[in-house]
């Protein structure tokens, strides 16, 4: 079946430190990989997005890349502020026949210190 | 609308009484989903709507749990006989046909809480 394991949190930085998420994935067919991010109190909010091996998606300063190779799409940013205090959610999606379902990560919860 | 809408936002129960969340999609999303969040189990799939075929039951965690979706728009999950194990926050997403290239688009959910 389709399963995706992050790294456990929390994770706790400092502001302007660098971030990095672990996310791996075990899919059959070619999956489309997401991150979400849920701030305090609010819903989930796609980040950003890769459709294919070797892309790489981008949002806020955030980066992941899809390695087919390694079966990951690890969050990356370069410097961290407060607000970006949140859970990540790392996601994929399986197109086929029927089953369109989002596939997620127990969640990786980030608290930026001042 | 502009995004997904889900109410209420925040639903106290007694034990055993039936509930209803209500979930209304960004107008054109044919695709519709129900997550569940509790604490510490991350999301959990529920059920999927896409346009006039036949819903994806599949992650429906018991016979108490139903959902419909009319006229291709507005969602309602129904828990009947609510129990303490319900309590979680229950989140609607929509989508254009698939979602693969855009993702999905979350409402705020709605926060259940049965006592």
């Known amino acids: 079946g389709n399963s995706v394991t992050q790294m456990e949190g929390p994770v706790t930085l400092s502001e302007e430190a660098f971030l990095t998420i672990n996310c791996t994935y075990t899919?059959?067919?070619?999956?489309?990989l997401f991150w979400y991010v849920q701030y305090p109190g609010e819903g989930l909010q796609l980040l950003l997005k890769a459709t294919k091996a070797d892309d790489k998606g981008s949002n806020k300063g955030f980066e992941a890349t899809y390695r087919k190779e390694t079966t990951s799409f690890h969050l990356e940013k370069g410097s961290v502020q407060v607000s970006d205090s949140a859970v990540y959610f790392c996601a994929l999606l399986i197109s086929s026949g029927s089953a369109r379902q989002l596939t997620f990560g127990s969640g990786t919860q980030l608290t930026v210190l001042p | 609308g502009a995004g997904v809408s889900q109410s209420p936002s925040n639903k106290v129960t007694e034990k055993g009484k039936d509930v209803e969340l209500r979930c209304d999609p960004i107008s054109g999303h044919t695709a519709l989903y129900w997550y569940r969040q509790s604490l510490g189990q991350g999301l959990e799939f529920l059920i999927y709507?896409?346009?006039?075929?036949?819903?994806?039951k599949s992650g429906l965690p018991s016979d108490r749990f139903s959902a419909e979706r009319t006229g291709g728009s507005v969602s309602t999950l129904t828990i009947q006989r609510t129990q303490q194990e319900d309590s979680a926050v229950y989140l609607c997403?929509?989508?254009?046909?698939?979602?693969?290239?855009?993702?999905?688009?979350f409402g705020s959910g709605t926060r259940l809480t049965v006592v």
């Open positions: 709507f896409q346009g006039n075929s036949a819903p994806d």
């Open positions: 997403a929509s989508s254009l046909a698939g979602g693969a290239v855009y993702g999905y688009t």
């Open positions: 899919a059959t067919g070619y999956p489309s």
